[in-house]
């Protein structure tokens, strides 16, 4: 048996660590007592869709935890729910595997600050991924604003697409404007983008990079959230959500077509990060992990998405070793 949660071998359901930073210890199953909301014939989800729903595109869901069972709340829930997703993008069968692996991989390889995850499922056997969130504690719920909140720009004042209009050098600028300690944040949020790139993350929005209030009233970096493999559903998205610079691209990339390290490595010195951490962060990436390979063929995706999203990795990680254009 594997343990939803990290990948390692138990005898039945979450491994014990897993369940203390999960369910501070409790014995929670792996299957929830309820089916999902495609099956389930009562007005339940779609009660607590309309009322806790989170902003986003997918339904999410807002679960406490009485006992030992997960239910589903209107409000003060201590968990994320996300069922498979309803649209017309390829494979959303494996969309909770896709973002449960990423969030792990992300958290085992790379060392990111990254919620208690896992992989749960509905009393109907349809899969969803479950986070913890960092955002609520038993006290209160702590103060979180995203970088459109920050930017000021919403789909009135800026359009549709407000999501998309910054470039990851400008969320940068943002993160100097609004974290006071933003020169230890600045190489997480590097590490961050770096990951998204090298693991197919098309979707990292404006959206999806937040600030949050620490214990000392100032604002430091989320942990990392909506993490996933997004060319395994839309084989033709561009590699990147938002451009890195603010203008223009590399001779690199004019070369190539593409990102490289000529790319990673002028951006992490344009936010501020010295010369010598720029190359170690981006070698970091450019060494293909046995950990990665062991973490994505123990995942619940599968076979032939296993091998797609190894690929799709490999790939980037040759892109990054390829030689500067001059």
């Known amino acids: ?174 993160i100097i404007n609004y974290v006071p300690s933003y020169r230890i944040e600045m190489e997480k949020f590097f590490r961050l983008i770096l990951f998204n790139y090298v693991f197919s993350n098309g979707d990292a929005h404006l959206k999806n990079f937040s600030v949050i209030q620490s214990e000392q009233g100032d604002y430091v970096l989320t942990p990392v959230y909506d993490l996933l493999c997004t060319r395994l559903h839309a084989p033709t998205e561009s590699d990147m959500a938002l451009s890195l610079f603010k203008e223009g691209f590399s001779k690199s990339y004019e070369a190539y077509g593409f990102y490289t390290f000529q790319d990673f490595f002028e951006f992490g010195l344009r936010i501020g990060i010295k010369e010598t951490r720029v190359k170690k962060i981006i070698k970091e990436f450019t060494v293909p992990q046995e950990l990665i390979e062991g973490l994505v063929s123990k995942s619940f995706l599968n076979n032939d998405l296993k091998g797609e999203y190894l690929r799709l990795y490999l790939d980037k990680v040759n892109r990054l070793k390829m030689k500067a254009v001059s």
């Not at 501070?24 to 009562?42: A, M, Q």
């Not at 009660?47 to 406490?64: C, M, P, T, W």
């Not at 909770?96 to 958290?107: G, S």
């Open 1 to 174: 048996m594997i343990c939803p949660g990290c990948f390692k071998s138990y005898k039945d359901g979450y491994c014990t660590k897993c369940r203390k930073e999960l369910f501070d210890g409790k014995k929670v199953g792996s299957v929830l007592s309820f089916n999902s909301p495609y099956t389930d014939t009562s007005e339940a989800f779609q009660d607590h869709a309309k009322k806790i729903s989170i902003s986003g595109v997918q339904v999410k869901y807002s679960l406490s935890l009485e006992d030992k069972d997960l239910e589903l709340t209107e409000r003060g829930g201590q968990y994320i729910l996300k069922p498979i997703p309803i649209g017309t993008f390829k494979h959303l069968d494996q969309a909770p595997a896709n973002e449960h692996v990423t969030m792990q991989i992300a958290r085992q390889a790379f060392k990111l600050s990254v919620p208690p995850n896992a992989l749960i499922y509905f009393k109907d056997n349809s899969p969803a991924y479950l986070v913890r969130r960092f955002d609520q504690t038993p006290d209160k719920k702590l103060q979180q604003e995203d970088f459109a909140q920050l930017a000021q720009m919403t789909s009135e004042s800026h359009g549709q697409n407000y999501k998309y209009d910054l470039s990851y050098e400008e969320i940068a600028e943002l």
